[in-house]
């Protein structure tokens, strides 16, 4: 057996810009970093560097995701408030997946940062799971945690029934915010 080689600066960002742009499933850093032969550290670095030259790659839970312009996106976005507490968040997430709904991202108003946008992109249940895993094992809180659980996501959907239908769903379980009132 060979010694694999290790890849080197300029080339192995390149490597690593052609396996995301080649994959539609998140990569994790650690999948990169055995594929190139350097640590999982070197991959953040790398993809800090790629972000910077304006390469649209996302960080998900589930891993690196390398963004394609589609010409003929017949998606449709809608940002929604929502309010829970932590223990609610993967009933919240698991609802809309339920609906057919993407959750992309959730943001928060910070007063000192001012608006905070963290990706989610979870389309089903087993990335939800997934997702919640992840903020457990490593003992990192929800950015809501620091909006007192009020929060906005932004929902992608195939068509506005759906939207529809995941509003009344989050309204009757108590999660919009306007239901609040």
């Known amino acids: 057996?060979?010694?694999?080689?290790?890849l080197l600066g300029d080339?192995?960002?390149?490597?690593?810009?052609?396996?995301?742009?080649?994959?539609?499933?998140?990569?994790?850093?650690?999948?990169?970093a055995n594929?190139?032969?350097?640590?999982?550290?070197?991959?953040?670095?790398?993809?800090?560097?790629?972000?910077?030259?304006?390469?649209?790659?996302?960080?998900?839970?589930?891993g690196y995701l390398y963004l394609k312009q589609s010409t003929k996106s017949?998606?449709?976005?809608k940002s929604i408030a929502c309010f829970h507490t932590p223990e609610q968040?993967?009933?919240?997430?698991?609802?809309?997946?339920?609906?057919?709904?993407?959750?992309?991202?959730?943001k928060i108003e910070h007063p000192v940062?001012?608006?905070?946008?963290?990706s989610i992109m979870v389309s089903n249940r087993r990335e939800v799971k997934q997702f919640i895993d992840k903020i457990q094992n490593t003992n990192a809180c929800y950015l809501s945690n620091l909006t007192q659980g009020i929060h906005i996501h932004t929902l992608v959907a195939e068509n506005e029934q759906q939207l529809q239908d995941v509003e009344v769903a989050l309204?009757?379980?108590?999660?919009?915010v306007n239901s609040q009132e």
């Open 11 to 32: 080339s192995r960002r390149e490597f690593l810009l052609n396996i995301l742009m080649g994959s539609n499933e998140p990569i994790t850093g650690g999948e990169l």
């Open 89 to 106: 968040a993967e009933n919240e997430l698991n609802l809309i997946v339920d609906h057919g709904v993407t959750v992309k991202d959730v």
């Open 35 to 62: 594929q190139a032969h350097v640590s999982r550290q070197v991959i953040v670095n790398d993809i800090t560097l790629l972000k910077a030259k304006n390469e649209p790659i996302i960080a998900t839970s589930q």
């Open 74 to 77: 017949n998606k449709i976005e």
């Open 171 to 176: 309204k009757k379980a108590g999660y919009l």
């Open 113 to 118: 940062y001012g608006d905070l946008t963290a």
């Open 1 to 6: 057996m060979t010694e694999e080689k290790k």
